[in-house]
């Protein structure tokens, strides 16, 4: 077991605190308010190569891993950039890179991963539905066959970047779940052009993360071709399932990331603040304890973030990923809300203004308690895989 990072590894972090440095707190700030996305950043992390890190060098970058993404996701968030940076990553590098890259075609591959690297191409996935929500296997968006491919027809709700993306991993049934022989079989994956006059995109008013919209989608008789089926036909769940063990392990290091920042800035601050004679409240156990406990939390939710990266990187199995990484997502998230809770609450009031940033990174994190997995359903795959437990819903 060796806990360090590589030289390489090292140089990755080094290189994501320097672009940061030219993004901090206050760039964001100003573009969560204006709704406006990051594009100067973007450009920065594709000039610096991370939106290329994970993609092969055959089609334009560096060919790494999980865990070289996940370090530069956390020091970009930690390093002031909070949610935003990994944010931008998941939604084209997960999505779009990871998925293509593991399951898609030599096509597909060609087409796609050249522009994602060099940060072209953003991308989007449509996997969440109205009425299905957490229940992904009722999926009701359906693609039927047509002599020269497929025409998709259903609603998707809160795809992020759909609005500016190039293209979206939709998840479809090809077999109606009445006539699968299991529940998993016939979801299929497919890779969609965008825009695309068939697809309507309504942005959602939402609480965070307003650099970047998540929205809802009507998808009206999309006709494309076979080409854009990511294969096994029928056979996608396992897939999706391996595209969403990576959202979880990026999702559980923009929680550290985010709770690393805010926890910097409440430690600095409270060396100065006095408000009871000279002793500064930094002192006080009340704040010390709080924040040392969330940080104690953090550092176990890395080492089990970098463990299911690991695995992942040297080809483990679905599940074996996900009995590390479900455990992974619920202790950062925990931690992570508990550090961001305990910097707001050092601050005082301060933490309640926009202008110390805390209540931004606060509205950032509390959305991974619900997405991308709820904590609950973590739970209960804990539960139910990992503890062999009898499930606990239908
Ligand atoms: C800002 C934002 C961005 C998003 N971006 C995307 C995106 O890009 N692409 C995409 O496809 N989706 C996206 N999502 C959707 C997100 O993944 C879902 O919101 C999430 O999976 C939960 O689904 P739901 O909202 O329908 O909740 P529901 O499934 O309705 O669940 C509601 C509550 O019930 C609980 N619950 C449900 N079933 C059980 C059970 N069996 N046991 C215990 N508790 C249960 C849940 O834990 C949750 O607390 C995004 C969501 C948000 C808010």
Request: charged letters at 20%; proline letters at 5%.
């Amino acid at each position: 077991m060796d806990f360090s990072f590589t030289e390489e590894q090292k140089m990755i972090a080094n290189s994501a605190r320097e672009i940061a440095k030219d993004f901090p707190p206050e760039y964001w700030r100003e573009k969560d308010l204006k709704e406006e996305f990051g594009g100067e950043f973007y450009k920065a992390i594709s000039s610096a190569g991370i939106t290329g890190l994970i993609i092969p060098e055959k089609y334009g970058g560096a060919g790494k891993g999980m865990t070289e993404l996940l370090i530069a996701m956390e020091e970009l968030a930690a390093n002031g950039c909070g949610m935003a940076a990994p944010w931008y990553l998941i939604i084209t590098e997960i999505f779009g890179g990871m998925s293509i890259i593991r399951h898609g075609t030599e096509e597909q591959r060609k087409k796609y991963l050249p522009g994602i690297a060099s940060g072209d191409i953003e991308f989007c996935m449509g996997l969440t539905e109205p009425d299905a929500g957490t229940n992904t296997l009722n999926t009701a968006t359906r693609a039927k066959r047509v002599d020269d491919g497929w025409i998709i027809t259903g609603n998707k709700t809160w795809i992020s970047g759909a609005d500016r993306a190039k293209g979206m991993m939709i998840i479809a049934r090809t077999t109606p779940l009445e006539r699968a022989p299991k529940k998993t079989f016939g979801i299929s994956l497919f890779l969609v052009d965008m825009p695309n006059p068939a697809i309507m995109i309504t942005p959602i008013p939402k609480h965070g993360i307003n650099y970047s919209h998540s929205c809802d989608i009507g998808i009206n008789d999309l006709e494309v071709g076979d080409d854009a089926l990511m294969p096994p036909l029928d056979g996608g769940w396992y897939s999706l399932l391996d595209t969403l063990n990576t959202e979880r392990m990026s999702f559980a290091s923009a929680a550290i990331g985010t709770a690393r920042v805010a926890m910097n800035k409440a430690i600095d601050y409270s060396k100065e603040r006095k408000v009871f004679g000279d002793t500064p409240i930094g002192s006080y156990q009340a704040l010390q304890f709080n924040l040392a406990e969330a940080y104690a939390g953090l550092e176990a939710a890395k080492v089990l973030n970098f463990k299911a990266s690991t695995l992942y990187d040297n080809g483990a199995s679905v599940t074996e990923v996900g009995n590390v990484v479900n455990p992974a997502k619920i202790l950062a998230v925990e931690s992570g809300i508990k550090a961001v809770y305990w910097a707001m609450q050092t601050l005082g009031g301060y933490g309640y203004a926009r202008e110390y940033d805390i209540e931004r990174w606060w509205r950032e994190i509390n959305l991974i308690r619900l997405a991308p997995i709820s904590q609950q359903m973590a739970l209960s795959y804990i539960g139910e895989h990992v503890l062999g437990m009898p499930r606990s819903y239908m």
